[in-house]
């Protein structure tokens, strides 16, 4: 397994020339973005992780491009997607695609869900004795965050708090994720893979890159077609192909799609700076330990 890995980090070398060439060859493109910890740095508190004026502006060009299809699929709430990118030209799905905006509307995949009384009790219990914890409640799913609390309190109390969670959880079918310093409650019904599995029902994309740093994310890699570039930011994933260890050489590896990369066919001459294939290149690569 350690050598599995090992190769994967070290394909990080060639990744620029093995997807911005077919970016530049398809016709038709699906993107696929994780926001939090993809698109945007994690923040301590979720609240401040607004999206700068440098994200909107290319995800604008991004999906101004008549071959592409953006899509935002993250476990935020359908309220704050909207406020952030509604003006865009981009497909949104909120809370890990129990919600998705198709032409211009906000659509359900699940009714919002009847929480059992224990089961708030039980997570209202964990923030009162986790200092600087807090509940999400959301509209098919609760979430417990734990960024702000002291490190190792913060994972002693979340082992502590899924022990707890196991029984009532069983007891209505309900799945519990650990994201990034979150635990997470909701209906296994619908994820980020099922909201990739609707997507790709219309079909006919020659061309599918999905990124996301979170293991809510691996739903959606393991979703996509072999032939699709999948990219875990921050640590390595078995199910994507490859890693992208620094959020924050996302945006300039997506900057690089939009630009102009020099016809191979024109006669040779020196150009100043890089081409896109080379900057990117440089952005992906790892040291190999």
């Avoid at 490190?151 to 799945?175: M, N």
Wanted: charged share 30%; net charge positive.
């Amino acid at each position: 397994r350690n050598e599995a890995v090992r190769r994967k980090r070290l394909t990080s070398e060639t990744v620029a020339a093995e997807i911005v060439g077919p970016y530049r060859r398809a016709k038709r493109r699906l993107l696929l973005f994780d926001y939090d910890g993809t698109l945007a740095p994690i923040r301590s508190r979720p609240e401040e992780a607004v999206p700068s004026h440098r994200l909107c502006e290319l995800l604008r060009t991004l999906g101004t491009d008549a071959a592409n299809r953006v899509v935002i699929c993250s476990g935020r709430d359908s309220g704050t997607l909207e406020k952030w990118f509604g003006g865009l030209p981009v497909s949104l799905a909120a809370e890990h695609g129990a919600f998705y905006k198709d032409r211009g509307a906000w659509r359900c995949n699940i009714r919002p869900a009847s929480w059992d009384p224990k089961l708030s009790a039980l997570l209202e219990h964990f923030a009162r004795k986790t200092p600087r914890s807090r509940i999400e409640r959301k509209q098919t799913a609760l979430a417990w965050h734990y960024r702000e609390c002291d490190p190792w309190l913060g994972e002693l109390r979340a082992q502590q708090l899924t022990r707890a969670l196991v029984s009532v959880c069983l007891r209505h079918k309900l799945q519990i994720i650990q994201g990034s310093k979150v635990l997470e409650i909701k209906p296994p019904e619908y994820s980020k893979g099922s909201e990739v599995r609707r997507l790709l029902e219309k079909g006919g994309y020659d061309f599918i890159l999905a990124m996301g740093d979170d293991t809510t994310d691996d739903d959606m890699f393991e979703a996509l077609p072999r032939d699709s570039f999948a990219v875990k930011v921050g640590s390595v994933s078995e199910k994507a192909l490859y890693n992208m260890p620094q959020q924050e050489r996302v945006l300039p590896f997506l900057r690089s799609l939009t630009e102009k990369v020099p016809d191979a066919s024109e006669p040779s001459r020196k150009r100043p700076g890089r081409t896109a294939i080379r900057f990117v290149k440089r952005l992906l690569q790892t040291k190999n330990r």
